[in-house]
């Protein structure tokens, strides 16, 4: 599935097979600032968006890859290669 997000005035698409490890590819393009991210497409994922303060970004992306504390991190160290993987299909839309 294609995805559509991006910081600011930028805009990305990412192609991956389920949106956590799309998530997971989206936050680590934008290490520096991954609270600034929107995403736009696909339509059912808009909510699942995290854009909002620093300190409140841990707890959101959490919230999002299952509930639990540290549940993101976990997802990172589990489904390693496959973020890998997906973050080589990101292209700059504008």
Known sequence: MIYE???????YSIEADN?????AAMVIHFS???QLVAIYSPEECKNDSWLMRTDDLENRLN???GGEKGAFQKYLAEHKEEIVKV????KQLI
């Not at 997000?5 to 805009?11: D, H, I, P, T, V």
């Not at 949106?19 to 998530?23: D, I, Q, R, V």
């Not at 973050?87 to 990101?90: L, R, V, Y």
């Open 32 to 34: 520096s600032n991954p």
């Open 63 to 65: 919230e999002i890859f």
């Open 19 to 23: 949106k956590l490890t799309a998530y």
């Open 87 to 90: 973050c080589k299909t990101i």
């Open 5 to 11: 997000y991006g910081a600011m005035s930028s805009k």
